[in-house]
């Protein structure tokens, strides 16, 4: 029954199809019959993974198992608190990525809750309270405005009926539904509109229903099982740590062996090189890194919290910085999610509407003059209509006050609407004029109501007004004007002449290109021999007002944001469940639709086949009328391009692709609980502005990344060169294993992290965003890593050397050489720090910008000082103190490696301004 179009279908037909009746329902035991053939109506859980599995799962990332390596040989080394530390870190690491994934697969539970818990059916003629979980398909169900539609059903009979389903399809208002068969091989759902679907919200009206679909067959449970069966992706910062890994564990290895080799040829003794192997192979591999990525990326979170953004994956943080493209909903995403009204078409005249969202503060302007309702007769006619032919109400939400006084800097009052959201919009509007819709005594009244319905496309109300009676009716223009025999134009009634029609329709029809909902108000005043019994004899002879065009506006700060973009080089795209018309007159506002930027609707994608969607889906910039299974399509495709996908949502139909997408960012306030559960990034101020200031800060963290991963790798290279070039000489050991431990823990700990927390260049958003896959050494970091370790080895080598010779007679002088080899390497790894900080060199930035950098190098120097001339710790770093004339040897020879690749660094800039060779001028697409 699920593959068959339901809506297609008349309800003679489904009701035959589905062996029920219409008044009498399913018998009990029929029902119990086909609830035991199709199940529960609930949403089927995925494969659980035990919370042991979970954890255990931590532990298998290559990284882990190197570590793990490493701690083994610190803990037969004898060093217990290098092993200790290395089991903390792993730890860590394992509790925050099971506490990160154990949230993250709670999307179907939150999904769950959208469904209603209770339905009213009819069975055996019987109308029952029942669980929603016990619905069956040809079951009849009854349903009224706040009802949530407890399973996919086909209406029977719809009276008025509104239902919201923004959280299904993307639409910004209420659908209107009906009972007749519709027309069409491949309908979206979104126009489905005599079905209603699983979990969403009844706004007004009263319908009967058949449940046609229960459980994973409705569409909600189609998401469900998108939810469970969409991969996710894994990051670009888990992939390259993950190549890094690999790297670092065979080039320790092998250089090792190497030492170790050239130490023994040369006549070193077996054991002693052993240990100096094995302890450089624990120094080669900064066990550091993981726990220094962890607490970069915490502290990016506690800054982007501060920006509105929270993170739920770390590594999210970093994988934003290098979108290529973001995926944006539009409402309540690019748009406010607040229908409003902005322009009023009044006899002749189009009038500005100003104020955002539902405050009823604004004003309507003529030509830049403002309008006052008291003295313009037509604009109080029109706003009177708007105000009373409305059943939405505007509410004010007063912050709650703190022992009865206000706190310092406390929230100004909210406004919201109770009721529809286009009568909310009307509302808000004669609000702003000073009127309102809540009657008082002896004042307006409401006699009697005509509500609203698919086929008159009309609403009308009688009202006592001054005494009189009078008609204020609201609908659809074209249906509208079919009742007005009489116009009111220059505060006159007069006949409504087929020309005065035509002129209404064109200025209909241009709001309409302007993708504004375009209502009509008309009235009229009623004699003491009118009845108004019915609407035939209500909506006749009616006059004519005015239009009143709303739409959902885009919020004032996404502009901006979407040239920030572009400058940045990341390109928008909307994808959304609304109409094309408004979705591409949004996108224009917005600038984010190029002159020639596709615009594609949900039937158009439908029939593109993958080929053709790979081909032309890096020059569509507008979906619209999509489904959820078209998102996903959508985010596969340009991952097929190699773009790295943001794609942002609040709706249940935006979390599998939100899953899907490379990082899912959901909205805080707007969103529901599946949206943000299946996200990796939520805003909590819904400002999709607030996505560029989380770029800004992935960028940021990702280059702080590369930042300490210079420096811990150069100055890893730096000693085990120092090792094998001596080795390679038939020198003595320039350093005992306990040195190179104490030089691994003074250098690799609070300066690298001190790195991770550095302030981003100036420049980071005018550049393009790097590629998915880049290779964690690109853009001449391995040469850096290469270059500065090899001057730092050569340097630190030739401090051995020169000391070793001098008073060779001395029984000390080996050990007071490998005190000065330890004491250069310690403080040239310390200066090199400072040149990590920028990308050219270390004039370019200043050094004490960064003053948790400098507390950080000042400690090391103080632990350096404390090993070098505390007796009690000489004997067991084999160290002895050194004279000032040692000093400024060490010092020399540790300050040439940045100094000269600093003046390198200039000179080669200055060259490539001269042959004009570089450019640094902003991205732009």
């Known amino acids: 029954m699920s593959q068959k179009k339901w809506y297609q279908m008349s309800v003679d ?3 035959q199809l589905l062996e029920t009746d219409s008044g009498q329902g399913l018998t009990q035991a029929e029902a119990e019959k086909r609830r035991a053939a199709v199940g529960d109506n609930v949403l089927a859980e995925g494969k659980k993974i035990s919370p042991v599995t979970l954890f255990l799962n931590q532990f298998k990332d290559f990284m882990v198992l190197v570590l793990m390596g490493a701690t083994l040989i610190s803990g037969l080394l004898g060093e217990y608190l290098d092993a200790i530390t290395i089991i903390a870190i792993i730890l860590m690491n394992g509790v925050l990525g099971f506490i990160q994934e154990f949230r993250a697969e709670r999307s179907l539970q939150a999904l769950k809750e959208l469904s209603a818990p209770t339905a009213k059916v009819i069975r055996d003629g019987n109308l029952l309270h029942l669980a929603a979980v016990e ?30 389903e923004s959280a299904l399809t993307g639409e910004s208002v209420p659908v209107s539904k009906m009972e007749e068969r519709l027309v069409g091989e491949e309908l979206p759902v979104g126009d489905q509109r005599n079905l209603g679907f699983k979990g969403t919200l009844i706004t007004r009206g009263t319908a009967r229903g058949v449940v046609i679909r229960t459980g994973m067959e409705t569409e909600m449970g189609k998401i469900a099982d998108l939810i469970q069966n969409t991969e996710e992706m894994q990051t670009p910062l888990q992939y390259r740590l993950e190549q890094l890994g690999k790297i670092l564990i065979l080039v320790a290895l092998g250089l090792t062996v190497m030492v170790v080799v050239a130490g023994l040829t040369h006549g070193q003794p077996a054991y002693g090189m052993f240990l100096a192997g094995v302890t450089l192979a624990v120094a080669a591999i900064p066990e550091g890194l993981p726990a220094i990525v962890t607490i970069a990326l915490a502290m990016g979170v506690q800054r982007m919290i501060k920006r509105k953004a929270i993170v739920r994956k770390l590594p999210s943080v970093e994988t934003l910085g290098c979108a290529s493209v973001i995926c944006s909903d539009k409402t309540g995403t690019l748009t406010q999610n607040k229908m409003t009204v902005t322009h009023i078409w009044l006899g002749g005249r189009l009038l500005e509407v100003t104020g955002e969202g539902y405050e009823p503060k604004g004003e309507i302007v003529y030509e830049g003059k403002k309008l006052d309702a008291a003295r313009e007769p037509m604009l109080d006619r029109f706003l009177k209509v708007a105000a009373y032919c409305n059943n939405a109400r505007l509410v ?6 703190s022992k009865g006084k206000k706190a310092k800097g406390e929230e100004a009052a909210t406004w919201n609407i109770n009721g529809d959201p286009t009568e909310g919009a009307l509302v808000v509007l004669s609000a702003k004029a000073g009127i309102l819709n809540s009657s008082e005594p ?4 409401r006699i009697k109501e005509f509500p609203f319905d698919s086929e008159r496309k009309r609403m009308s109300v009688v009202v006592s007004d001054s005494g009189g009676r009078v008609i204020y009716t609201k609908g659809a223009p074209d249906m509208l004007i079919e009742r007005c025999n009489y116009v009111l134009w220059d505060n006159k009634v007069i006949p409504f002449t087929n020309t005065m029609k035509q002129k209404v329709l064109a200025a209909n029809e241009g709001m309409a290109k302007s993708a504004l909902r375009v209502l009509g108000m008309a009235y009229r005043e009623l004699k003491s021999a009118d009845s108004c019994q019915s609407e035939e004899d209500a909506e006749k002879n009616l006059v004519f007002i005015g239009l009143a065009g709303m739409i959902d506006p885009p919020r004032k700060e996404v502009r901006e944001a979407i040239h920030k973009c572009k400058k940045a080089g990341i390109r928008t795209v909307m994808i959304t469940g609304d109409h094309q018309t408004t979705a591409e007159a949004i996108a224009k506002q917005l600038g984010m639709l190029p002159a020639n930027g596709l615009v594609v609707n949900g039937a158009q994608l439908s029939s593109m086949s993958d080929q053709q969607l790979d081909k032309s889906v890096e020059q569509i910039y507008v979906y619209a009328r999509v489904s959820p299974e078209h998102k996903l399509r959508i985010v596969k495709a340009l991952q097929k391009k190699g773009h ?8 249940v139909n935006d979390a599998p692709a939100i899953k899907a997408a490379d990082i899912g960012i959901s909205m805080g306030i707007t969103g529901t609980d599946v949206s943000k559960e299946a996200s990796a990034l939520i805003l909590s101020d819904d400002n999709f502005a607030t996505i560029v200031a989380a770029i800004e800060e992935g960028r940021g963290i990702y280059e702080n990344i590369r930042k300490f991963i210079r420096y811990l790798l150069a100055s890893n290279v730096g000693e085990i060169l120092t090792m094998f070039l001596a080795m390679m000489a038939g020198l003595p050991l320039p350093l005992v294993p306990i040195q190179i431990l104490w030089v691994n823990l003074v250098t690799d700990g609070l300066p690298a992290m001190a790195l991770g927390v550095d302030q981003a260049e100036k420049d980071l958003m005018q550049q393009k965003p790097r590629p998915a896959r880049e290779n964690i050494f690109a853009r001449r970091l391995g ?13 630190t080598l030739a401090a051995f050397w020169l000391t070793l010779r001098q008073n060779p007679g001395d029984p000390g002088h080996l050990m007071k050489a490998q005190t000065v080899t330890f004491a250069t390497l310690v403080m040239a790894q310390l200066i090199h720090v400072f040149d990590c900080r920028s990308s050219r060199s270390i004039f370019h930035r200043n050094p004490l910008q960064n003053k948790y950098l400098v507390l950080s190098v ?10 070098v001339y505390i007796e009690a710790l000489q004997p067991i770093f084999k160290t002895v103190s050194l004279n000032f004339a040692d000093w400024v040897l060490v010092l020399i020879m540790a300050s040439i490696p940045t100094f000269l690749m600093g003046l390198g660094s200039i000179m080669s800039g200055r060259s490539n301004k001269k042959g004009a060779r570089y450019t640094s001028r902003p991205i732009t697409r």
């Open 135 to 164: 619905l069956v398909p040809g079951d009849i169900v009854l349903l009224e405005s706040g009802d949530r539609v407890p399973a996919d059903v086909r209406w029977l009979a719809a009276n008025g009926l509104y239902v919201e």
């Open 396 to 401: 004010e939400i007063r912050p709650q006050e």
């Open 13 to 15: 037909e489904t009701l």
């Open 783 to 795: 040469w850096k890593i290469i270059s500065r370790g090899v001057l730092i080895g050569l340097c």
């Open 858 to 867: 000042l400690s090391s120097i103080v632990l350096l000082l404390g090993v």
């Open 442 to 445: 002896g004042e307006t009244e």
């Open 644 to 651: 790295v996908v943001a794609m942002t949502g609040d709706g």
